[in-house]
């Protein structure tokens, strides 16, 4: 065979924190970015510890020495899908060229330029101040000033990883029509949360946002920007 190139398919590898996440953004990605070769890696030891323990120094060397194994792998992006990694992720950025995706980031993008006043749901207390900052972040970028209620969902994570999902979805749902009258728009904090977006869309009178959509469009806006 002579001089004929072989077309390279763009390459996305996820980090996941959850197990149970893994399906969900590998069908995911089937789905919206046929074009890519996407590939998943599960580390769980950093959302369990940083649950347990809190941030400190040595998680975010974890956190960032997983990114930069991805990295290794001569990826086009790295995705996180945790949010709680959130801060981590900012140093991984500096020690690698190859361009690390925070889940949430389009999502808080959208929330800020939507309104001054934001409500975000989080089942995890790790995911109330990576949250909260990154909105703020993409606020002052727009040169808005918004107000951010923050409101743990106490009890629905445990039930969650005990396989309890009415209940898991009964508390977020009871949480989301607490707060939504205090806001222009309501942010669920965490994939895991996705599934409820278009029931509480439904029945709320404000815009409900979640990450997996919204970071699949960003994803294939920025494939499309790589010209592959």
């Known amino acids: ?45 950093l959302l369990q510890d ?18 930069l194994l991805a990295a290794d792998t001569t990826p086009d992006l790295v995705v996180f899908t945790c949010s709680s990694t959130s801060p981590a992720i900012d140093s991984a950025r500096s020690l690698t060229d190859v361009p ?28 109330i101040v990576p949250s909260t900052s990154l909105i ?27 396989g309890r999902h009415d209940e898991h979805d009964r508390k977020v749902t009871l949480a989301a029509q607490e707060i939504a009258g205090r806001a222009d728009v309501l942010v669920l904090a965490q994939a895991s949360l996705a599934h409820l977006r278009d ?14 959509p919204l970071l699949m469009d960003d994803l294939r806006r920025r494939l499309a920007s790589l010209g592959r």
Not at 50 to 67: C, E, H, K, Y
Not at 104 to 118: K, N, S, Y
Not at 145 to 157: L, N, P, Y
Not at 200 to 212: D, E, R
């Open 100 to 127: 690390i995706i925070k889940i949430d980031d389009p999502m808080a993008a959208e929330a800020a330029a939507a309104g001054e006043r934001i409500a975000i749901l989080c089942t995890t207390q790790s995911t």
């Open 199 to 212: 029931p509480l869309g439904k029945a709320l009178p404000v815009p409900v946002l979640s990450s997996p």
């Open 136 to 162: 703020e972040s993409h606020a002052r970028a727009l040169g808005k000033s918004v107000a951010v209620e923050a409101r743990f969902v106490e009890g629905a994570f445990d039930a969650l990883r005990a």
């Open 1 to 45: 065979m002579t001089g004929q190139a072989i077309s390279k398919k763009p390459r996305i590898a996820f980090i996941h924190t959850v197990g149970g996440l893994v399906e969900t953004f590998r069908t995911l990605a089937n789905s919206e970015l046929p074009d890519a070769d996407s590939f998943h890696i599960l580390n769980e030891s």
């Open 50 to 67: 940083l649950l347990n323990t809190g941030p400190s120094a040595a998680i975010t060397r974890r956190i960032v020495r997983q990114a």
